[in-house]
């Protein structure tokens, strides 16, 4: 089970870290994404962590501005977000990718997802 948490609102500009908890499973042997979708808007993929390799994937939109990391002693994944525009307001999701064997920031190969936290950029 995943439980994301951490969104608000937040003035253009400005930062957040979103947390990503993982309960009845430990952060090895699989990949956590991070997933955000805007009304109107497919899912799309944020960012990604695999914990098989160490590999960190970031969607174009966000690379520079977002950062993927871990603390596998309290199992969270977070996502620390500056420099927040407009364009960032979505529900974020985390998910779970057990496999590993196709796009690493495409929702078709994330399985478990936990709910959405709310993220609102806006002055």
């Known amino acids: 089970q995943l439980q994301a948490s951490g969104g608000g609102l937040v003035q253009p500009g400005g930062s957040l870290r979103l947390s990503c908890k993982a309960s009845g499973f430990t952060l090895e042997n699989l990949a956590i994404g991070w997933f955000r979708q805007a009304p109107g808007k497919e899912r799309e993929g944020v960012s990604s962590?695999?914990?098989?390799?160490?590999?960190?994937y970031y969607a174009d939109s966000v690379r520079g501005r977002f950062t993927i990391s871990s603390d596998n002693a309290k199992n969270t994944v977070y996502l620390q977000m500056n420099d927040l525009k407009s364009d960032d307001t979505a529900v974020y999701y985390c998910?779970?990718?057990?496999?590993?064997?196709?796009?690493?920031?495409?929702?078709?190969?994330?399985?478990?997802w936990g709910q959405g936290t709310q993220v609102t950029v806006s002055s």
């Open positions: 998910a779970t990718d057990r496999y590993e064997m196709g796009s690493p920031l495409s929702p078709l190969n994330y399985d478990d």
């Open positions: 962590i695999s914990f098989r390799d160490g590999s960190i």
